[in-house]
């Protein structure tokens, strides 16, 4: 499969798009108190980020109730996904994930000759975790959850996830990719972090990119046992090595504003109801989606589906999953759902 950047860096992505629905972004962008702060912190930004870095890592340990030996910000979660494959994979074995799940982690093992153990998801496209657990081969060094996941949308049952987490972490690493994490009602009550602060073997990786519309500044952290962060170290860059100060600043600026995400939420829930509406009225299905994109199955090519939309000036994704042709969508503002709908209406 092709690397899940791949489309969105590609040359040939026009840049006045009418709708920019590819890469779950939030639309809404980062909150009036980030840019604020972002604009304030260009100004000082000829002074490496070094004081502001522990001013960050306090708060989100104080959230978290974790201490700053179990918590790693990178520019991005991205960089951390790599240096998990090169520190916990580097040397072989393999991981199990999802299929179809984002693809980021497991590429990136494949890259350093692991092997990419792929478990089908359930007939309503979530997670597995029975048939992942039994996937575990004695060579197993990761299990990969992405919860919601990327890209179907699907949540896995809370209490199930934590007794999964509780067994599977005595014998490997359980990697909860939590992205998304923040568009979910009740974001503390469903995250794995719980775990970590219990000692068992997870990584949670948390970024800026999604509900907090800091995609383009690159920041995102991941909360992990101290032996595990330590692990990691020598393979990835962090802290002020990797980090801008505009970035430190807005996500400083808007960490768990709960009105901030609060609005976004609403607004993206708003424009994904009216996809629904569009898709259902065109005689189309859909998977219900818990975060800010939506899959649905195409009835047709998925290439020339993409590359239609995209000469109508709607930018978004199409899926091969269990053989058939789905598009993902992200979720835009109004005006781009209705660019979407416009568009859509002429070829379906
Ligand atoms: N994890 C998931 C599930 C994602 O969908 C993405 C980006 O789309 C990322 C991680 C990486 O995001 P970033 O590097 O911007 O934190």
């Not at 074995?93 to 089908?120: F, H, M, S």
């Not at 999964?164 to 972490?169: D, L, P, Q, Y």
């Not at 009105?259 to 708003?270: A, F, G, H, L």
């Not at 993902?328 to 416009?342: L, N, P, Y």
Request: proline share 6%; hydrophobic share 40%.
């Amino acid at each position: 499969t092709a690397h899940a950047t791949d489309y969105a860096v590609s040359p040939k992505l026009p840049v006045n798009l009418k709708a920019r629905l590819f890469a779950n972004e939030n639309p809404f962008g980062p909150s009036p108190a980030a840019k604020k702060a972002i604009m304030d912190a260009v100004t000082t930004s000829y002074q490496y980020p070094m004081r502001m870095i522990p001013e960050l890592e306090a708060k989100i340990c104080a959230h978290e109730g974790i201490t700053p030996d179990m918590l790693m910000i990178s520019s991005g979660s991205s960089p951390l996904l790599l240096g998990t494959a090169v520190s916990l994979l580097g040397s072989g074995g393999n991981i199990v994930t999802a299929e179809t799940t984002y693809d980021d982690l497991p590429t990136r093992c494949e890259k350093v000759k692991a092997q990419w153990i792929k478990v089908p998801l359930t007939k309503d496209y979530t997670h597995d975790l029975d048939a992942m657990e039994k996937a575990i081969t004695t060579d197993t060094k990761v299990v990969y959850i992405c919860n919601p996941n990327n890209p179907t949308g699907t949540i896995v049952d809370a209490d199930k996830l934590k007794a999964f987490c509780e067994r599977v972490s005595q014998k490997v690493t359980v990697f909860v990719d939590e992205a998304y994490i923040d568009y979910l009602p009740d974001a503390g009550a469903v995250t794995m972090i719980r775990g970590v602060k219990q000692g068992q073997n997870i990584i949670v990786a948390r970024t800026f990119s999604k509900v907090y519309g800091l995609a383009g500044l690159r920041i995102g952290y991941i909360v992990a046992p101290p032996a595990i962060i330590a692990r990691l170290q020598p393979n990835t860059s962090c802290s002020w090595a990797a980090l801008s100060a505009p970035a430190i600043s807005g996500a400083l600026a808007s960490y768990q504003d709960k009105t901030y995400i609060q609005d976004t939420v609403k607004k993206t829930i708003e424009s994904r109801q009216f996809l629904y509406d569009t898709l259902k009225a065109e005689g189309y299905s859909y998977i219900p989606s818990h975060a800010n994109f939506v899959m649905f199955p195409l009835k047709m090519d998925g290439e020339r589906f993409q590359e239609e939309m995209m000469k109508r000036g709607v930018g978004l994704r199409n899926w091969k999953m269990n053989n058939a042709h789905w598009c993902r969508i992200s979720i835009g503002r109004m005006d781009e759902m209705q660019a979407f709908a416009a568009a859509f209406k002429e070829l379906s």
